[in-house]
């Protein structure tokens, strides 16, 4: 039972057009959402996140939006650039400070 | 500031042997670590949360037996995967939460190592 869900595993943009990566979750229970970038063999780096009582989050060129009514929410990278080129993980997090993870979106980034 | 690491990055061992991998945090005390392991394309899933001075609490489906974790010190914890075999190999990944918080951030945020690539053969 997959709590988180990333249903693209792969997204290819041009370089200065938006990124836009999608998550879903299926637990009202969670409070906080987290995206994270990580490259190959390496861990996971924190990108933003956001709180289940609001709708949006900002910060330089990444930008959070959560729907809680749908349980959906979403990463815009804007303008994307190839250095954005990596996996990024959506996680939710809940009362038990535990974190759950999708399986990632293969973001490239074309120059 | 808020840096993990690990140690080792990679290694190889013979079936039936054991491994420990450790986990720092290096600039900040750490009461709850968190183990995960990562196959090939897949999400990382957790495998069990070590808290400091207690013992670990295991996600359903770990061998906590074959997977033994201590956390000893505020900014250490091992796991030894024990009696290994091929199918552990595998990525192994550590986070740690920041006791103190960090100024605007989310007490879930999750500071994670670099990993190591386990190899059984």
């Known amino acids: 039972d997959q709590q988180v869900k990333q249903n693209s595993p792969s997204l290819s943009v041009q370089e200065g057009r938006i990124s836009i990566l999608n998550c879903d979750y299926t637990?009202?229970?969670?409070?906080?959402f987290l995206w994270y970038k990580k490259y190959p063999a390496e861990g996971p780096t924190f990108l933003i996140s956001i709180s289940s009582i609001k709708d949006k989050n900002e910060d330089g060129r990444f930008t959070v939006f959560l729907n809680k009514s749908a349980k959906h929410l979403s990463l815009h990278i804007v303008p994307s650039q190839p250095g954005d080129s990596a996996v990024y993980f959506c996680?939710?997090?809940?009362?038990?400070?535990?974190?759950?993870f999708g399986k990632g979106t293969l973001l490239t980034v074309n120059p | 500031g808020a840096v993990v690491s690990q140690h080792p990055s990679w290694v190889i061992c013979k079936s039936g042997t054991s491994v420990k991998i450790e986990c720092r945090s290096l600039d900040f005390q750490a009461t709850t670590m968190f183990w995960y392991r990562q196959f090939p394309k897949q999400s990382l899933m957790l495998m069990a949360t070590s808290n400091e001075g207690s013992k670990a609490t295991y996600e359903q489906g770990v061998e906590k037996d074959k997977f033994l974790i201590n956390h000893a010190s505020l900014t250490l914890s091992t796991l030894t995967v024990t009696s290994a075999h091929p199918e552990d190999s595998s990525f192994y990944i550590c986070?740690?939460?920041?006791?103190?918080?960090?100024?605007?951030?989310?007490?879930?945020?999750?500071?994670f190592g670099p990993g190591t690539r386990l190899t059984v053969t």
């Open positions: 986070s740690a939460r920041n006791d103190q918080g960090t100024s605007g951030r989310t007490i879930y945020e999750q500071y």
């Open positions: 996680a939710a997090g809940g009362s038990n400070y535990k974190l759950t």
């Open positions: 637990n009202s229970m969670f409070d906080y």
